[in-house]
């Protein structure tokens, strides 16, 4: 872990609550108090089903899922109408399950299938009033099916109780909070999307949960079989069982395409890593201080292990070989790894004292910060039989990405393997499906991993349609859970290492090297990969 000024805070990196981030909440704030089920418009989404079913996995196992619940709707009500009560009620069994330790495939369980529907007319007696007519409503009833991924703890499990809310759980923020939530700093600050941190295990929520229960009974024998009370068509909470099918997760060893990404992709003789890093702080007014530099400072570290990296070009263009003091003291130093060494309390030139050690990491900080920085080391490579060719080694690393697309693009588009070490942003980030298309990612075979929490649910499904020759051409790394900040940046710079160590490892092995921010990580796209190192050698050496 680097042992920079910048504090560093265990903590995961699924919001990033900073100023930049208010107009992306206020909107997500506005349509959910609309009662609209806030999901990204995805043109891929009609394709999104061809992705591979199995996935790679050292901490989860893939299964299929199912629920029931149901919904009422006003008489007459349109398909639009329903389909929205619908969403609305499946999204927030994200909070219920990613608190049981589930992830789910669909971004928000949006996709609901209609074909599952079934209405039933009902009639709404409030017991309250004498000779009550009734209200005509329309009972919802629907089946929620997707793909998931479980810890291995539940490898064996068939089902687990759970529950939903319906659509008037927004007026009940107050009640879900403190009772139905952690009615923590993070739930406290999602009181808007409380969908997200919706957990129904608690004691106190189940005690809500039968509370309603005995209420809708005791009604229901007053108003008679025939009627509906109306405590039951306003109900908050829908318990369900959630069944899990049989476990699909992949048993052998998978390779990423070990001879593409050699054979130049992006750039022809070279492979090309990229890395982008948010900041991770949440409102630090001083990035240079931000915890954030630590764990790119570790990335750096690590991945530069084994080869000859050096700096060739700076965008802007930074002096990285010397800086002058406040004092007037000239101090020169062997660029960016000096950096990361004084990133980690070591190699700083003799003779400087505490506060110059500190402003001298400050300057160069800042000359790093929001920079195109791109290293290459030079390497020859034997495919087979094939004659040994010489190709660069690149990486090309940017940090102190924001909500701004533009580095995350830049960095896809020009990386045969793309790393992002951030804020997931609940997923309307930049890296939201929305935001690209298919001419943002290169034509070539590619690898991304998507080092932000819940990326399995926010990223991975709407991923794969935008890239010509899906799964043929596109290896994704994603989290099923939250994933600590804390260790991230030395977990992807040996994840980094491994994969160009020349070793060809297994998709096992370099989930290994990243395992200390392990949850619940899984590969996709990468069962029709071809690559195997048995049978197409790679020898690589450092020229």
Known sequence: MAAGTGEVIDRSRCTHHTDTMKPVMQLLRVL????????????????????????TSLTARSRDLTFDAYVYVAEGASDDVILAAVRGSTQTAFGALRTAQVAVNSRELKDVNPATFKKTPVKVVDPRVPGDPGKGMVRVAYRYTDRSVVPVSMKERTSLPSAVMTGGYRTEQRLILEQCSANDAEAQSMSSMLWYVFNPSLAACQKQIQAERAKIDADQASVGPDAVPLSEAQRLFIPTTVSLGADRTKRGETYPEYDRLYAGGVRSDALVVGLVYGTLDHGGADETQDSGFNEFADTLRQAFKGHNFGLVKSEPSEDFGSVTLASGKNVSFQGVPAWVDWKHGVGFPV?????????????????????????????TVQTGTSPARNVTLTIQAYFGAGTSAEPHKRGIKTSDVFLYNGHSYIGYGPLDPSNFTASDFP????????????????????????????TKALDLITNGMETPQLRSGEALGKFVAALLDGKQESYRALLSAASDTDQLRVVDGELDNRYRPVKTPIVVTNR
């Open 32 to 55: 959910l108090v609309a009662g609209i089920a806030v999901a990204p418009a995805c043109a891929a989404d009609a394709t999104s089903d061809e992705a591979e079913d199995d996935l």
């Open 351 to 379: 003779g400087l004292s505490l506060d110059e050690k500190k402003e001298l990491l400050t300057t160069v900080s800042k000359r790093i910060l929001r920079h195109w920085l791109t290293f290459e080391a030079p390497i």
């Open 443 to 470: 034509s070539t075979y590619q690898l991304l991993f998507i080092d932000g929490c819940v990326s399995y649910n926010y990223y991975e499904k709407d991923y794969i349609p935008l890239k010509a020759g899906k």
